[in-house]
């Protein structure tokens, strides 16, 4: 097994996490699947902010674990969840995870982020 490597934010490629401070809401298909107010937002270099939403804040029965897997150099391995919304409509791999992230981000164990193609996600400013 080839080992993976395994990078640390720089100034050339920065990772912050911080509190969103706001609600967040994510819709998959129009139907509500998260609510939280305990997001946090990852910025990676020049990629857009990802909202990251606490597993308890997501509405279990709608996610099934597939057998997709990532690798992030900077992150880890991650997981993936496809939700089934109560019409039945299921959307594939929408969401995914890191079980034992990094230690540069390990704020967010226990922390699953949305495709924004796959769901709509709103901030809500108070």
Not at 7 to 19: A, D, G, K, M, Y
Not at 45 to 55: D, F, L
Not at 58 to 71: A, E, G, I, K, P
Not at 90 to 113: K, L, M, N, R, S
Request: with cysteine.
């Amino acid at each position: 097994m080839t080992s993976r490597p395994v990078l640390e934010p720089t100034t050339e490629h920065p990772i912050t996490i911080s509190p969103t401070g706001a609600r967040v809401v994510v819709r998959v298909n129009g139907e509500v699947v998260a609510d939280t107010r305990d997001a946090l937002q990852l910025h990676e270099s020049t990629y857009p902010a990802v909202q990251y939403i606490p597993h308890k804040d997501v509405v279990q029965n709608l996610l099934t674990r597939t057998d997709t897997s990532t690798y992030c150099p900077y992150k880890g391995e991650a997981g993936y969840y496809s939700v089934t919304t109560a019409v039945g409509d299921t959307v594939d791999d929408v969401i995914w995870f890191y079980e034992q992230p990094y230690p540069a981000v390990a704020a967010i164990a226990g922390h699953v982020a949305f495709y924004p193609d796959k769901a709509d996600i709103t901030v809500e400013l108070d």
